[in-house]
């Protein structure tokens, strides 16, 4: 399979660069074309490719990384490369105040986006957005579901109550993901912005999912915060 995809991949223009570490459910190659770099995501077995599904409804929305190209028979998405991941940033301690709250704040306008479509992303973890001149964008659209539906993957230590109980994600699944994320992310915060970050984790992370703001209240949020320190 994946040497077909090679062959597929040189004959449409494409250099193949390496193979990068992806998490196991998929091969990852970095590629080039015309100078820029994208990232080949090859199912291991044929139609395990279930990310076109969302793609077209969300292929409007900002910070999201939609592949742009799909190949159902040959089961590759080739998506543009991003540099980092947030999980990279954490990792490194790479991490100042206005950096964080404007990923912060790309992750939430890529949720608002999704949301609108009545869709859930589902799997946001730092893992799984990818860093690019500061902002951020979601790269893993293939556990895009309907909400009150059984995703076909999540992440078990980012799964909310609702997951563990009824076994279904909702919208509001995301935003207690986000506030996951933003603890993580205030861990490398010392200024006054950690407690801000802090009390908005401790809502988003709420039991019950209708009492966990929406991605545009968190938004707004951020963007106060943003003014403030500018
Ligand atoms: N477009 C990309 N640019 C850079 N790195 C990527 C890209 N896509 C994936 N990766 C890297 O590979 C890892 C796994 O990829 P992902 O698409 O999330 O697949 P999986 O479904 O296996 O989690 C990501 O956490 C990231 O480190
Ligand atoms: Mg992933």
Redesign the pocket.
Known sequence: MLQKVISYLESSGYRVLKE???????R?LLIERAGRKY?A?VASEAGDLFEMQYCKEISSCPNV?VPEFLDENLSIAV?????K?L?DLLDTSGLDDVEALNIALSICRALECIHSKDLVYTDLKP??V?IENGQAFL??T?SITRPFSRPRFITLDYAPPEYHEWGIVVKESDLYQLGLVLIEMSRHITSCIRSELQSLASMLTKRNPFDRPSARVVASRIELLIERLS
């Not at 570490?21 to 998929?26: L, V, W």
């Not at 998506?79 to 540099?83: F, H």
């Open positions: 990068i570490a992806g998490s196991g459910k998929y990852l990232v995501r990384a998506r543009k490369y991003l540099p991941t999980r893992e799984n990818g790269i893993d293939d």
